[in-house]
């Protein structure tokens, strides 16, 4: 392991609780590379991705193309890799960079595949038609990529129970991203040394996510308590549950970030009205009146 050379592909904090574990477990990569800077708050101000942060805090090299499918950037990745490592990168990755590595490249994926393919596993695992307050089997899978999008033979996977369903997003990233980290940890000496057989996927249980949009965020405080809800804890990080009500003659987007269900009828805790700071809701209200 010492003398492999391993490139991470990574942005979100997904990738950042994956990298802690690996290097708690003494595996951090040779290389990572991670999205450009992209304008975020209020003043849109450059700022560079959670992942290019904590590397240059660990004092691990990156790169932050912006082009992954010319030439240059080939030449600027170079040559001999050992083993590539993918974790929610945010683009896809040509195949002839996918095929560099002696060893391949493997993806570490917040579902238990094939259930919930695609581009929001977190968010879809919680909209899920689940009982609140059940208990509710998720967990993490390590697959190797091919042509398909996490179509792949699964090296790896490990399940967990959530308790008190549905869990917020931003707790359910940091649980399975710590679980994902810490099994690859596990599984990659034994997939460097060829001592691991993959599995093919079941592709008849296979179901799929779609990226998520801010419109699949709205909610209705009179309808289905419990779909909205789920839409609060699943969008809790991006792009936030919210409803819109009219007050001084305008429509207004409220951003509800806490509530509960009380006798089958949704309660907001926590909001945050356009253009204010978060309030209680109680206050929310005095202040429509």
């Known amino acids: 392991m ?6 991470f592909w990574g ?14 477990g003494g595996v951090l990569p040779t290389l990572i590379i991670t999205m450009p800077a992209k304008p975020k708050g209020r003043g849109l101000l450059l700022a560079p991705s959670e992942v290019k942060v904590w590397a240059d805090r660990h004092g691990i090299k990156t790169i932050e193309p912006t082009e992954i499918k010319s030439d240059e950037f080939l030449e600027i990745l170079g040559p001999n890799w050992e083993l590539f ?10 195949r002839r960079i996918l095929d560099l590595p002696a060893r391949g490249t493997l993806n570490v994926h917040p579902s238990l595949l094939p259930k919930f393919r695609g581009t929001s596993p977190l968010q879809s695992a919680i909209l899920e038609d689940v009982p609140i307050g059940s208990t ?9 990529i091919d042509e398909e999008v996490d179509h792949g033979p699964i090296v790896a996977q490990e399940k967990v129970l959530v ?5 917020k997003e931003s707790e359910l990233e940091e649980m399975l991203g710590r679980m994902g980290g810490k099994l690859l940890t596990k599984t990659m000496p034994l997939w460097l040394e060829g001592k691991i057989n993959p599995h093919e996927q079941d592709h ?3 179901t799929y996510t779609k990226k998520v949009t801010k419109d699949d965020a709205c909610i209705n405080l009179e309808n289905d308590p419990g779909k ?7 969008f809790n990080v991006w792009p936030r549950a919210y409803f819109v009500t009219r007050h001084n003659n305008r429509d207004i987007r ?15 805790l926590r909001v945050i009205p356009e253009s204010k700071n978060e309030m209680s809701y109680d206050e929310f209200l005095r202040g429509q009146k």
Do not use: C, H
């Open 228 to 234: 909205s809800l789920r839409k609060i804890r699943a």
């Open 204 to 206: 008849s249980l296979a």
């Open 2 to 7: 010492n003398n492999s050379r391993i490139g």
């Open 11 to 24: 942005t979100s904090l997904f990738s950042v609780f994956i990298l802690e574990e690996m290097k708690q």
């Open 163 to 167: 308790e008190n369903w549905p869990p």
């Open 136 to 144: 509710n089997e998720t967990g993490v899978t390590i697959m190797q």
């Open 85 to 94: 490592i993918i974790a929610s990168y945010g683009k896809i990755i040509p």
């Open 254 to 268: 409220v951003i509800v970030t806490d509530a509960k269900i009380v006798e089958g009828k949704l309660i907001p």
